[in-house]
């Protein structure tokens, strides 16, 4: 596999999380695939999957830029860029808030884990 092959799977995996394809994202996660992010750490897809169905009607992440570094078992992938979507339970829209998501992929295409961080404590939601 090479960077560039890790960075497209990756990002496949992040337009499955957007979509909510929990059938794709579930496909594309290795087993004891693993989450962290400022609403807590996730030890199951499945928790990850169903935290993001209860906090976002919408959710794209416009990705500005993507590095990616070889690790000892595949690729480290960091996409850079803002999100923008609508929060469930009537809390409004938001967008051009700052994230960075690192997802590991190992050699063989499945993703081991991702850890999110984003401004979303500096953002306000507009009704």
Known sequence: MTGAEAARIARDFLA???????AMAEAMAAPGFAAESPGGNRTELAALL????????????????????ETEDGFAVYFFGRMSGEFTGGEGAFSDVRF????????????????????????????
């Open 50 to 69: 169903d935290r993001l169905k209860s906090r976002y009607v919408s959710l794209v992440k416009g990705v500005e830029v993507t590095d990616v570094a």
């Open 16 to 22: 499955a999380l957007e979509a909510g394809d929990r």
């Open 100 to 127: 960075m998501d690192r997802l590991t992929v190992r050699q063989d295409g499945k993703i081991a884990a991702q850890h999110m961080w984003n401004d979303f404590g500096h953002a306000t939601a507009r009704k």
